[in-house]
Each structure stands twice: as C-alpha cells, then as structure tokens.
C-alpha cells in the first residue's frame, strides 16, 4: 500500500545516509589519527614447537578512539583500504614495527600485516628499505604478511613484486591459508617462507574429528615444498599437542598470550626463556 511505500521509503533512506555519515567521519578521523600518530601497535608472540621457544611476535595495530574507545583494525582496515589511507597507515606501521623490534634480542623476528592495497600501491620496497635502514633492523628478521587476495590483481605483476621483496632480504609469510578459493596454486607459485593456517581450522581441533587430517595435509604439503607452517587461534594446550604431533612448527594465539602492548613484552620474553 502507499502507506507501507512511504513508511519503507522514510525507515530506509535515512539509514542510508546516517551510514555514509559514519563512514565520512571515520573516514576524518583515520586521517586525523595519521596526522597526530593516533595509533598503536600491539604484539603477540609468535611460539617455535619444534625447538621450544620464541620466534617473534606479529604486530597487530589499534586505534585507541578519542570518544569511540578501542577500534579493532576489523573495523577500520577496510575503510583505510577503500580509501587508500592504509597506504599512509601501513608505512607507519612499517617503521614503527622495525624501530620496536630493535630492543629485542637479536634472535627474535618481527611480523607485519601488508593489505592488498598497500601490496599492489608503488613504493612498498622502498618504504620497507626506509624502515630498516633508519632502524637498523636487520632485514631477516623483518616478516611480511601477505593474504592470497594480492593475488587477484594480476599473477604475474605479484609474483614480480613477490621476488623483488624476497631480494631484499625479508622474509614473506603467507597469512589465513586455506580461506581463499585456490590456496593451492598460490602455494606451488612462489615459495613462502611460512604457510599461516587460518584459525578456522584450528577451532575444530580435537582427538576425536578429523581435522587433524586437514593439518597433517597441509603441514606435509608445506613442507614438501620448503615452507614452515605456523597455526593461528591456538586457545587449548589440546589443539597445541595435534599440531606438534602433526609436524606443525609454529603456533600463535591465546593458549601463548593475547596481543600485548609493547612494555608487556619483556616479561613475555623473559616468559619464555624460562621454558
Ligand atoms: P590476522 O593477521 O589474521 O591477525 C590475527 C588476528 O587473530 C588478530 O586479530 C589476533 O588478535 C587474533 N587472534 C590471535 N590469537 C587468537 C586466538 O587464539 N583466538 C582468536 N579468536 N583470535 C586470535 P586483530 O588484532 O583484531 O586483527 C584482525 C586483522 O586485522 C588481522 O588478522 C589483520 O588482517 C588485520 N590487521 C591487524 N593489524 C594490521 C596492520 O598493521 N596492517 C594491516 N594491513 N592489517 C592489519
Ligand atoms: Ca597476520
Ligand atoms: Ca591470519
Ligand atoms: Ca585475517
């Protein structure tokens, strides 16, 4: 009826328009946390089964809001990559990730998040060369995390791009495997330092299913082809003996620690040493 019409018509359009305001004042508010620095980085340890102790921790970025509180960077990561401010963000990141990890003990790396725009935007070698140069982090120890999705753009394009960052001497690690459509070709295209599983294949870790068997796979794949596995979202000490049984390397999640501000991260570290 016209009455349903118009009652839609008024419920709708300005749901509409108070979603675009939003998005037009996160969108301000990113560019102003850019400006002053407005953003942290958090770190979680990134744990070596096979030789029981610490590889690194993976920095993982926050935005302690003004009047909103704590973002997660599911909130706004999309948004800075729409509008391209995750080029700008990234590159703080970046040099904030390598100046951070130079207080650690040399044996310890550092994991950083590369979006697919950041990935595919000219300059991402020369802004990681920034980073190491003014840190002077050793490139080694630096890890790219990169998501299957950079793919898409064109395969050539990134498997060039791919080996132009491995010259560089930084290590690349292949982020949510097993989330995407074709996992597989991916892995047989370049050779990843580290396969990350993603943690929805962890959750259904037990004794009793058969997602072990999806583990032992891709472990034995990985490692048929020269790349170290690593298992996201380990939150039981159940989960963490599969995947050692299962030859999986590297573990990271809760069962370890959450994400942590960086003076969290000496105890941490002295944690683990203890082990
Ligand atoms: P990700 O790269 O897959 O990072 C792992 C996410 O899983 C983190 O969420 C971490 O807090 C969470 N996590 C870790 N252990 C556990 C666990 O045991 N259980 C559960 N349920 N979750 C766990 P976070 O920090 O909220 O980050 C979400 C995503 O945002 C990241 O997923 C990454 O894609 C993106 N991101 C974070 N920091 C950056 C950054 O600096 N740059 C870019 N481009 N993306 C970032
Ligand atoms: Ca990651
Ligand atoms: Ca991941
Ligand atoms: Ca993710």
């Known amino acids: 009826s016209k009455r349903e019409g118009k009652a839609g018509h008024h419920f709708f359009e300005p749901a509409l328009d108070e979603q675009a305001r939003m998005r037009r004042e996160m969108e301000l ?45 599911a909130e706004f990561i999309p948004l800075a990559e729409e509008t391209g401010l995750i080029v700008q963000i990234g590159e703080w990141v970046l040099r904030e990730a390598c100046r951070i990890a130079t ?60 080996h132009g960052l491995r010259d560089l001497g930084v290590k690349i690690a292949l982020d949510d495997f097993g989330t995407g459509y074709s996992s597989l070709s991916y892995l047989r295209s370049f050779p990843f330092d580290k396969v990350k599983i993603d943690r929805s294949f962890v959750r259904d870790l037990t004794e009793e299913g058969n997602a072990h068997a999806v583990i032992r796979a891709i472990t034995t794949l990985a490692e048929a082809l020269g790349m170290a596995t690593l298992a996201e979202g380990v939150e039981l000490p159940e989960q963490c003996e599969i995947l050692r049984r299962e030859g999986c390397q590297f573990i990271q999640g809760y069962l370890l620690s959450e994400p942590v501000e960086e003076h969290r991260l000496a105890g941490l570290i002295g944690d683990y040493a203890e082990i």
Not at 43 to 68: S, V
Not at 133 to 138: P, Y
Request: glycine share 6%; charged share 20%; proline share 8%.
């Open 103 to 162: 207080r650690w003990p040399e044996n310890l790396t550092v994991a950083v998040n590369i979006s697919p725009r950041q990935f595919a935007a000219p300059g991402l070698s020369s802004t990681i060369l920034q980073a190491l140069g003014q840190s002077g982090l050793a490139p080694n120890r630096l890890e790219l995390e990169i998501t299957e999705s950079v793919f898409i753009a064109n395969i050539e394009k990134t498997l060039s791009a791919l």
């Open 29 to 73: 508010d990113l560019r102003l946390a850019i400006r002053d620095g407005g953003f942290e980085l958090y770190f979680q340890p990134l744990y070596n089964l096979r030789d029981d102790c610490l590889q690194g921790f993976e920095a993982l970025i926050r935005w302690p809001h003004p009047r909103r509180g704590m973002i997660s960077p």
